[in-house]
């Protein structure tokens, strides 16, 4: 399980732009690196992350070894209906994390 | 246009005044004043900042039992928010079981060998970066309080000493920069006053959280000098010169640092 920082109003009238601000703990790890022992160390990266509104894709964001460790990512939607954002995040070595938040929207 | 300008800077100096400084007679200077616009935005928002994720490590840690005695830092301790209040601010202390100052780490360390009867954690390791901030966070905003012990003293003095002390091949000693050039620029990075008030710290090059001894020994290897090993005398007694000469500055750990 990594860690999550995410930062979302918990309610906003309808049709307002909202603003979605998630970190997660990763070592992004680029596959160029050599470790202690001289050795490369094998890529380990976050490669996707997405979020959807109630079921529809609203944003995703492909992610390269050029990104750094413990990855943030802000984007805005547009509040239309009461729901749950289900933001995932995948990654190498079957990496997955997924979180939950609920957005009530008022008239 | 000028006014504005004016306007301007004296809206981020007094901004920055109101979250550093307790007396505007004091000249001493966080190295957050020294940063970005957006590298303090980042430090600010408990949402951006990427320490809050090794607080969050903490605070797990600081429920989860450990070691054979079955007790968790909560089990003695209580909630961490009071009784952990001020506390980080007052570190490195005397030890009067060891006869010697200890810094926070390995004061963890030893509540967790004596008290929960556990391995300790090994320095810079996540686990006890994690608890160090989350003990540390307790204190943001709280003036750094060394503490007024006799027995530190010699300690102290030596720590001074190192401080002034030319070392490594480029023969710099950390007053030559910290003391005599802050403001100026090294290469492309401001030279801060040196003031540990953010520690552990969240630093962009480290893409890590990192210890005060994790930053010294950064800066030794800078001067090409044979770093001491994490947890020795030498940086304990470091640390605690630059607590005393930064006494009073607030914490504002976990901090963000380029």
Known sequence: MARTLINAPASARRGEVVEIRATIGHPM????????????????????FSCRYNGELVFSAELFSAVSANPYIAFHTVATDSGTLVLSWEGDNGFSQTESLQLTVTA | MTRFLLGLLLSVALGSACAQNTSSQDKRRSGFEDMGATTQAMQKDDALN?????VQDGEALWKQPAGASGKACISCHAAAQSSMRGVAARYPAFDASLGRPITLGQRINQCRQQHQQAAPLRPESQDLLGLESYVALQ????????????????YRQRGQQLFMQRMGQLNLSCAQC?????GKRLAGNVIPEAHPTGYPVYRLEWQAMGSLQRRL??????IRAEPFAYGAQELVELELYLAARAKGMAMEAPGVRP
């Not at chain 1, 690196?33 to 976050?46: F, H, Q, S, T």
């Not at chain 2, 020994?217 to 800078?222: A, I, Q, V, Y």
């Open chain 1, 29 to 48: 790890e680029t596959g160029f690196r050599a470790g202690e022992d001289g050795k490369v160390l094998p890529r380990n990266i976050i490669q996707t």
């Open chain 2, 50 to 54: 990427p320490g809050m994720l090794w």
């Open chain 2, 139 to 154: 204190s943001r905003g709280l003036p750094l309080a060394p503490p007024e012990d006799a027995r530190l003293e010699p």
């Open chain 2, 178 to 182: 910290h003391d005599g050039l802050p």
């Open chain 2, 217 to 222: 020994r950064g800066c030794m290897s800078g």
